[in-house]
């Protein structure tokens, strides 16, 4: 039985006496000295952020953390009702429910910048590639990252997401190229086009310079930080029992009442 | 059918113009103020840390996060591979796996801390307490959050936490406790008994108030960040089908020579 | 780099030109010949069920395979909400609902028969072990197994499943057990101790000999049946979007309330 | 807070003194009468299978369930690993591994097949409806459902399945539509083009007239099962752990060698 493949991974050494990440010391490099969002970036980039990066990225991590009774919650809460013992399953359960359905726009909207501009640097005639995204998706005027069905007149993230990325330097082509769909689409279509916050998390992505591919997963870590909320309050004022007993009821007398 | 009860919840309000958690505004207190370590904080203290916590919480967030090929890894990326639509899910089966087995020592450490010591105000003698400990543990020799097996002579992330607690002034009973514990065990069992870097998170947790059953959702938390990671490196670089065809050929080879 | 260990399993050999599972070939003895509940059977035994066997597991493998709306379709159903792409993350979800505190009475009954009588041929005193086990639980009355909240006078399963079991030659001792635990709490604590459905299915999969531990994978592959149902029919007629909006807006209006 | 929609189920209706399924009779009608597979075909169409179906649609349930150490299983059997308390949540993760990248192509095959065909009945051309999918496949030359990399000459399961649909009067236009592929793709590709076990699955499912968007859940049932005899063993005699630390040694040492 030929081994055909060595197993290789450049992301950490664990030796008796140390730990490193990406070649920088656990003790000496990270532990009290960065955050929580700044291992993630080291994570994704290889690299500790700068303070800017810093600032920018733990605001995207942040800002779909908590959105109250989402899908994800009420899904870890239902798994974790009675169940001490199943804290993980019931934050790996919430996080599965990030789908493309519920949470895809995030990442549709990076891959569609991504693709229309795989060089940020390449000087690109932005109002071109705007005009060809907005053509690609004129039959049914849904694109990813726009249109917000619940805050009026914009997601509140939104506008503060982009005040942070003027700040600290990350208002670059991506988010350019946003703002160029939205207003063609808007004269277009003749109706608001809004930039979702997912939009914005996803546009920001990509002035981070991360991968489209690695957005659902900075997604699912900060759902993870909303849930442990969730999960603490489930625990002391459990209500995911109610919706469940709700749910049974109501749908067996509907049943009953058509026999 | 009755609705017996009210759904309640004071985690988040969304409203179409504002966001608020825990009564803070999503935009205006914590998107570009705090880090990511902060914002779970804040979902379990239902208020912000000061900065020696935020400090403190931060570091056992992330001591968690990396430590090469864990199960939960490996667990992710067999589930990635070749499936660039599931990043959730590979995440999610990856908490799956910090069950009682593999991740249970820093809840149990928790657990037994809060249980010998309920109120970490009363004056009650650590020295008693900790023998209490060492008696129903003296069968198997085995206290949850004690014993190093790979690292020599103790895990360096231990030292470390350690350090960070008493800098920022979380070198409380819970920690004097774990330490006389291991006087005492060592003493009593004629052998080394280091404080794990699990029990160290443990007994930091308590000093930061922390109910032991939430802990177990922070090591869930800060390993999704590490996972980021080990997902985008197996994108690039992929093992996780290298792994799976030895275990196919190995195990089919034994069996085959057995007949 | 030693390898410690050889990785062996005994359960399937994948070859280029057949695959048998338990030494028995997955295409001439299996496919076509038996059915699902008996390919788990042989999962778990390691041999073909006796015809009694078939009908006996089966039974018991279906029987908690639908309840309408249970905590398990719900996740399940959120999770899938409008995600096309993600069925099997959606039963996983749904599986990691069936916790210990929803769904652990089948395994704790197995458990503690097993326990209490770890050789079922042993002659022991059955009356006996029914008082040490009332004993055992006399300080909350509540013993695994027992108590059926909402069916009035009984889970109608129970009666049927003991049903099929006494045709079939499984009203072994562990029934048996189970009858004597009932009444002698009833008369002690003065009040009725149905048997429950899942009280009904440990003692059940311990007539099968299946050990305690297994009990709630059993019950995991009863429920992914019952999934099917409810993916299918949220994917043509949706309610989990409905259940979740609910939710959403009444914990907001119960909050903006009380400010 | 208006209620915009009734929830409302036709699967079961749970009453106290009885559970319906699909308007059967859980007890009277089900329990001891049907087998599993047939339960998750009532799931799946709403009513019983005739002889021929049963017998069918067990045999493509089973197909799956076992094939030594697939990804799923060693998963599973990961998240197992030391915990006895999580057998569902090893079971969930496992399932969360049937994602495209490993277990699409029955669920692709199944799609492609019914877009084809939408009406079984419908008169239409095969032979144009083989040409049409082979030239949309021509530029890689991979068509979802064919290729077995591994079985020489061709996967023995999908012998067997094509065996029993024809002895079962399952042979309809599916599983014709897929041999002339076979034969067109062969012919045009200059290669041999074997029908894999999955696209036999997935033809096969065509002809009992499931919607593709079940298929997979139909192989999450399937693994699942097969999952049952992994825990097992696992908790008999492990192997995870093994595999986890031979990963852990030699990407560490891979690293070591590198600095």
């Known amino acids: 039985m030929a081994q055909r493949k060595t197993l290789k991974s450049g992301i950490a050494a664990v030796e008796q006496d140390r730990i490193t990440v990406h070649g920088l010391d656990l003790n000496r490099d990270l532990l009290g000295k960065i955050n929580l969002g700044d291992m993630a970036f080291l994570e994704l980039k290889k690299r500790l952020p700068t303070p800017q990066e810093s600032v920018m990225f733990n605001a995207i991590a942040m800002a779909m953390a908590e959105y109250g009774m989402t899908p994800s919650a009420i899904v870890a809460r239902i798994v974790y009702t009675g169940s001490p013992e199943s804290v993980p399953p019931a934050i790996g359960a919430g996080i599965n429910a990030l789908g493309h359905g519920l949470a895809g726009a995030m990442e549709k909207a990076a891959k569609m910048l991504q693709q229309a501009l795989p060089d940020p640097q390449a000087n690109l005639d932005l109002e071109a590639l705007a005009q060809k995204i907005v053509d690609a998706h004129a039959e049914n005027r849904k694109i990813p990252g726009f249109g917000v069905p619940f805050h009026k007149p914009l997601d509140p993230r939104t506008t503060r997401l982009c005040e942070i990325a ?94």
Chains 1, 2, 3, 4 share one sequence.
């Not at 208002?171 to 063609?184: A, E, S």
Request: proline content about 5%; glycine content about 10%; hydrophobic content about 40%.
């Open 166 to 259: 003027r700040t600290n330097g990350f208002d670059g082509p991506y988010l350019k190229l946003m703002g160029l769909i939205k207003r063609q689409a808007s004269s277009r279509f003749g109706q608001a086009f809004p930039i979702s916050a997912p939009g914005a998390v996803g546009a920001i992505a990509c002035e981070l310079r991360l991968p489209w591919h690695t957005v659902r997963g900075i997604l699912a870590v900060g759902r993870a930080v909303g849930l442990l909320g969730h999960l603490l309050e489930e625990n002391d004022e459990p209500l995911a029992r109610e919706i469940q007993t709700r749910a049974q009821e109501e749908t067996t007398a509907n049943l009953r009442q058509k026999r």
